[in-house]
Every structure is written in C-alpha cells, then in structure tokens.
C-alpha cells in the first residue's frame, strides 16, 4: 500500500525550521516515518510544499520519492497528491512528526482497516495518555465513552480521495503515537524515548 508523509507545512508552532527535517538522534524526523512504513512493506512518498524547499532538496539527494504539491493546505495537498499519482487504491497519510512510529502499529492498522470494510480509517490515541506524557493536542473528540486526540495516520480510498469516506475510527492506547512533534517540549521528550 502507497503510503503518503505529509511534509508541507510551515513548522510554526516548533519554531525549528522545516520540522520534517529536525533531527532526533542525528536523523531527520521525517526518515524515522519512511523507514517505519519501508520495514512495513509499504512504498512512502513525501508529500512537500513551497514552505518546505529543503525537505525536496533532502528527498532529491537521499532518492526519496516526493510530490511536489501546491501548499494550499493538509487536505488539499493531499488530494493533490493522490490526483498527480493517479492512486485509486487506498493509502495511508500520515504525519511528518510522528518519529515513534513503528512497523507494529503501521501493520495493526491495516490489518483493523481490511476487517473493517470501510472506505476509511483513522487513528486516534487516548486524551489520557497524551496529558500523561505532556503532549499538547489542538483537537478531541469521544470515542466509545472516551476522550481520545487524532494520531495524524489514516488510510483513504484514493478513488473517494475528495469526497467524504465511510470512516472506522480505531483507538490505540500506545504512548508511540501520541509523540506528535509540535513543541520544543515534545520534542525533548521524544529524544528521550528515542535516543537512548
């Protein structure tokens, strides 16, 4: 399955550049992604933007495929994405700032969307742990009785990619995923957990 790292955005609330690039342990944060979905089986392609020349440059010099999109947004740098590779199948997106990702959880979520029978599917992760481990989150919602915050991985059909899919909302109570880089603090705590 194509798997889609957004890396478009202008990195302002981290205040460190282009933070696909911020480096964790001597490497960019955006490799541990690629190389999470790579060991899953899964093709990345990085998904950049006018704000993040550098991340292209990068991309170009280590032979990682990427599109470049428009920057006009998430969402619609995404469509975008998927209308240029002319992808009909489903796809993950996710995020450029979950460095904690691993091969494990990408393969649990696509196993939970084959059972599923959705169109879509996205990840959330407990409110409850992310206030454990300090991670600020600017969305929440309910789930089964349970605040829950949004991972920042999914998978889309790529045919359905700009209209509103039938969507499986899984939960996964793993601190990994709540590790989304927004903030200098987040940031230190996941060098942390990785740089050990």
Same mark, same amino acid.
């Given at each position: ?7 478009g955005?202008g ?8 933070k696909?690039l911020? &480096? #964790?342990c001597? /490497?960019?944060?955006?490799?541990? !992604? !690629?190389?999470a979905?790579? +060991? ?8 950049a933007?006018p704000?993040?020349p550098f991340? %292209?440059?990068w991309?170009t010099?280590?032979?990682i495929?990427?599109?470049?999109a428009g ?5 619609e740098?995404?469509i975008e994405?998927?209308e ?9 997106t996710?995020v450029?700032?979950?460095p904690?990702? &691993?091969?494990?959880?990408i393969a649990?979520?696509g196993?939970?969307?084959a059972r599923?029978g959705?169109d879509a599917?996205?990840?959330w992760?407990?409110?409850s #742990?992310c206030? +454990?481990y300090?991670? /600020? &989150?600017s969305?929440v919602e309910r789930?089964?009785?349970r605040?829950?915050c949004?991972?920042?991985?999914n #998978?889309?059909r790529?045919? /359905?990619?700009?209209?509103e899919?039938?969507?499986?909302k899984?939960v996964?109570t793993?601190r990994? !995923? ?5 903030t200098?603090?987040?940031? +230190?705590?996941? %060098? ?5």
């Amino acid at each position: 399955m194509l798997a889609l790292i957004m890396a478009g955005g202008g990195g302002t609330r981290l205040g460190m550049g282009e933070k696909p690039l911020v &480096t #964790i342990c001597g /490497r960019p944060m955006v490799r541990y !992604i !690629i190389e999470a979905f790579e +060991q899953a089986g899964h093709e990345a392609v990085v998904v950049a933007s006018p704000k993040t020349p550098f991340t %292209r440059n990068w991309c170009t010099a280590h032979s990682i495929p990427f599109i470049a999109a428009g920057g006009r947004g998430y969402v619609e740098d995404l469509i975008e994405a998927v209308e240029e590779l002319g992808e009909c199948a489903p796809l993950f997106t996710c995020v450029s700032d979950l460095p904690c990702l &691993t091969p494990g959880i990408i393969a649990r979520i696509g196993e939970e969307y084959a059972r599923s029978g959705n169109d879509a599917l996205s990840t959330w992760v407990p409110l409850s #742990i992310c206030r +454990q481990y300090n991670c /600020r &989150t600017s969305y929440v919602e309910r789930i089964g009785g349970r605040e829950v915050c949004p991972a920042g991985i999914n #998978i889309l059909r790529g045919d /359905r990619i700009a209209v509103e899919q039938d969507e499986n909302k899984l939960v996964i109570t793993d601190r990994r !995923i709540a590790f989304n880089v927004n903030t200098r603090e987040e940031l +230190q705590a996941v %060098r942390r957990h990785l740089c050990r």
